[in-house]
């Protein structure tokens, strides 16, 4: 497990890696834009959140477990998922296509997260959608021949891959320092919301996820694996305390 400043170190190199070669032109048929554009519109959308209230909810945290360097660590983590907007923004503006600046689902979760306070339900909720989010730029990358895409996508999803276990190591901390019957009410909770949160997505963006080579039922087998290796890990300790 990394610590708060191990991450904060992390978070600083990766900013320096350059994956994407913006000299590329960006060679895509009309056909894939028709595919792509709407849930391309919507995920870049999603990513430029400047992260008010994730900062605010990781402040009171960190000051209660006195650990300063998660607040920091946390502000690095949004300037990269507000570097993956601005790379998908580009590529928008490369091809001649509008950033949008409303989508229900992205205005949905804003809400959602504008009315959360709680460090737990932030972290649960972020190691969800960047679980369906390796699927959706894995998709994305599949669903063009687009070399200028593909590594925007590949960046993305190196960088998600860390943000994963960033967060999972977090809510591990959290849920540890919960109670046998708080742990007990979490493990079913964090499992509904997992599976009822992936439907969303899939439904929300299933023409770009059936263009990338999935079906609802592999989708869903997909986010099976992803669960047994983040939020299953974290609650299978209350299992063997039970057994």
């Known amino acids: 497990m990394k610590i708060s400043k191990n991450w904060i170190e992390h978070f600083k190199a990766n900013v320096l890696q350059k994956r994407v070669n913006w000299d590329l032109n960006p060679r895509i048929t009309k056909k894939e834009i028709r595919t792509i554009l709407p849930s391309l519109q919507a995920w870049?959308?999603?990513?430029?959140?400047?992260?008010?209230?994730?900062?605010?909810?990781?402040?009171?945290?960190?000051?209660?477990?006195?650990?300063?360097?998660?607040?920091?660590?946390?502000?690095?983590?949004?300037?990269e998922e507000q570097k993956h907007g601005n790379n998908l923004g580009h590529y928008l503006d490369s091809i001649n296509k509008p950033r949008i600046k409303k989508d229900w689902g992205d205005s949905m979760f804003r809400r959602v997260r504008y009315m959360n306070t709680s460090m737990e339900t932030w972290t649960l909720a972020v190691i969800v959608v960047e679980s369906t989010a390796q699927i959706f730029y894995q998709a994305l990358k599949d669903a063009t021949g687009c070399e200028l895409l593909k590594q925007i996508c590949t960046d993305i999803l190196i960088d998600e891959a860390y943000h994963i276990t960033f967060q999972t190591e977090r809510l591990g901390i959290i849920f540890d320092g919960k109670t046998i019957g708080e742990k007990n009410f979490r493990r079913y909770f964090y499992k509904a919301f997992w599976y009822f949160t992936s439907a969303l997505v899939w439904f929300a963006h299933r023409k770009l996820f059936k263009a990338g080579g999935n079906t609802f039922s592999g989708y869903m087998r997909k986010m099976d694996r992803k669960y047994l290796r983040t939020l299953n890990r974290i609650t299978s300790s209350l299992a063997v305390q039970m057994a």
């Open 44 to 79: 870049q959308l999603g990513e430029t959140s400047e992260g008010k209230n994730l900062i605010m909810a990781s402040t009171r945290y960190a000051k209660r477990i006195g650990d300063p360097d998660y607040i920091t660590a946390v502000k690095l983590f949004i300037k």
